[in-house]
């Protein structure tokens, strides 16, 4: 069965808006890394959208926004080429190497991941807090940034229940930034 991974850039008090990190050429280059581990990724509708206006058309083209550094093409080419799977009920189609998951998220995500390979992605906050709570991410990466928001959501709000982690790893990206993995204790 392949596991089922989730990462996150969090700041010191929890906020986890993708605006209030702190983007660096070490950081993309693990995201890619991560990503590049995962024979797919999925995405709720929120972040499929997001991920795809930011990163879809750089790594064709070769043409980046301004807000775009040189280092940051490496991972836009990653997550371009990456399988997707979308969970959302209101979309009609997707594409950008995607498709669509409906009906039951526990089934559907569990028939994924009992398929063979070295492991699924699932990208955003509001899906990893859903598949938190039907019991099926093996793996937690908090990637924690040196800044205090002071604003915004935070990871896992109104969890239903608490789950206990075991740290299995833990990684510094320079800049202060750490990465702490865990797995759930079983």
Same mark, same amino acid.
């Given at each position: 069965?392949?596991?089922?991974?989730?990462?996150?850039?969090?700041?010191?008090?929890?906020?986890?808006?993708?605006?209030?990190?702190?983007?660096?050429?070490?950081?993309?280059?693990?995201?890619?890394?991560? @990503? +590049?581990? &995962?024979?797919?990724? $999925?995405?709720?509708?929120?972040? /499929? %959208?997001?991920?795809?206006?930011?990163?879809?058309?750089?790594?064709?083209?070769?043409?980046?926004?301004?807000?775009?550094?040189?280092?940051?093409?490496?991972?836009?080419?990653?997550?371009?080429?990456?399988?997707?799977?979308?969970?959302?009920?209101?979309?009609?189609?997707?594409?950008?190497?995607?498709?669509?998951?409906?009906?039951?998220?526990?089934?559907?995500?569990?028939?994924?991941?009992?398929?063979?390979?070295?492991?699924?992605?699932?990208?955003?906050?509001? @899906? +990893?807090? &859903?598949?938190?709570? $039907?019991?099926?991410?093996?793996? /937690? %990466?908090?990637?924690?940034?040196?800044?205090?928001?002071?604003?915004?959501?935070?990871?896992?709000?109104?969890?239903?229940?608490?789950?206990?982690?075991?740290?299995?790893?833990?990684?510094?990206?320079?800049?202060?930034?750490?990465?702490?993995?865990?797995?759930?204790?079983?």
């Amino acid at each position: 069965m392949r596991p089922l991974r989730h990462s996150i850039n969090v700041t010191l008090d929890g906020c986890c808006d993708h605006r209030a990190g702190i983007p660096d050429e070490a950081l993309h280059r693990h995201a890619a890394e991560n @990503l +590049a581990r &995962a024979d797919a990724l $999925l995405f709720g509708r929120v972040t /499929y %959208e997001m991920m795809e206006s930011a990163w879809r058309e750089p790594a064709r083209t070769g043409v980046r926004p301004e807000w775009m550094d040189t280092w940051m093409l490496p991972f836009a080419r990653t997550i371009d080429a990456a399988k997707k799977y979308v969970v959302s009920n209101t979309l009609k189609r997707v594409d950008w190497n995607a498709e669509l998951l409906r009906g039951d998220l526990s089934s559907a995500v569990q028939q994924l991941k009992e398929q063979p390979g070295e492991g699924l992605f699932v990208c955003g906050s509001k @899906l +990893a807090q &859903a598949l938190t709570e $039907l019991g099926l991410i093996d793996e /937690y %990466e908090v990637i924690v940034h040196p800044r205090i928001a002071g604003h915004g959501p935070t990871l896992f709000a109104g969890l239903s229940k608490h789950v206990e982690l075991k740290l299995v790893s833990r990684q510094e990206l320079g800049a202060g930034k750490v990465a702490l993995r865990y797995e759930p204790k079983r």
